[in-house]
């Protein structure tokens, strides 16, 4: 099953990073399921890499949103929310 993926920055559109986020989970769905969002954001977060994390903020059924942040003197500040949904 293929998904639709929509990336919000929280601050303003950057199409580059947009796309990488995008990009990052095209990539975690071909080794999960849409039905196994943890699985989803382990693999995106081993993609993006140290210092950034991946959190499963909600799910409904299929449909799934992560949050993406990013460590800055130790805090996560949150950059982007992803939103899964089947196609």
């Known amino acids: 099953m293929t998904a639709q993926v929509q990336v919000k920055l929280v601050q303003g559109s950057q199409p580059e990073l947009e796309a990488s986020l995008r990009d990052v989970f095209l990539v975690a769905l071909r080794h999960s399921a849409l039905d196994q969002p943890q699985a989803i954001a382990a693999a995106a977060a081993q993609q993006l890499g140290r ?9 409904r059924g299929l449909w799934s949103r992560y949050r993406i942040a990013v460590r800055v003197q130790g805090m996560p500040i ?9 196609s």
């Open 51 to 59: 210092g950034r994390l991946v959190t499963l903020e909600a799910q």
């Open 78 to 86: 949150t950059i982007a929310s992803v939103e899964l949904t089947p």
